[in-house]
């Protein structure tokens, strides 16, 4: 049996993180959810109405066999903005800033090494942080997998799937856009 290992990390929208991991070849698993922060147990509403200091996040569940810790933050880093200290695309606060949390040192020079590389390949000064890990914390049922379910709820565009929602949200946002616009053919969930 190949041995798992996890990695986490917030690059904003949870829901965008999730689909665009989810994709990668040998990631078994991501986990939304929220890390980073002084509440216990935190509620999704506690942690976009702030003081919580919590980030919306996920845990990639991935096999190392198959996908090393490095590519996994390379595309990280290539997934989000990480030049934005505010917030990721549409999505301001505290709560979406961005930040790789690490459990030890093998995992922190990966992550170190890629924002270098990362650093380098854009040619602006990154914010994202490399931090030690917190508690991480799931989110409720309702957002895990959000980006490919079929249940119907309301939003601004009127009834939509989830699955529906999610993408006019991830158009609207603006996020594809943007990373295309900073990594141009390195950014890996874009066309």
């Not at 939509?160 to 900073?182: F, H, M, T």
């Amino acid at each position: 049996m190949a041995m798992a290992a996890e990695v986490t990390v917030a690059g904003g929208c949870f829901w965008c993180v999730e689909s665009d991991f989810e994709a990668v070849d040998g990631v078994k698993e991501v986990v939304s959810g929220f890390t980073g922060g002084t509440v216990a147990s935190p509620t999704y509403k506690q942690v976009i109405n702030g003081g919580t200091g919590h980030l919306e996040a996920v845990q990639i569940d991935y096999d190392p066999s198959k996908v090393s810790v490095r590519q996994l933050y390379d595309m990280f880093f290539r997934s989000i903005d990480p030049t934005d200290a505010g917030g990721q695309f549409c999505d301001r606060g505290e709560s979406y800033t961005t930040a790789i949390f690490v459990t030890n040192r093998p995992d922190r020079e990966a992550a170190e090494a890629a924002k270098a590389a990362a650093e380098k390949d854009l040619g602006q000064k990154i914010v994202t942080p490399i931090l030690d890990a917190k508690p991480f914390y799931p989110a409720d049922a309702y957002h895990q997998d959000y980006y490919k379910q079929d249940k119907i709820v309301l939003t601004r565009f009127g009834p939509q799937s989830k699955a529906k929602a999610y993408k006019k949200y991830r158009d609207a946002c603006g996020r594809d856009q943007r990373v295309k616009q900073l990594w141009g053919s390195a950014a890996p969930f874009v066309n």
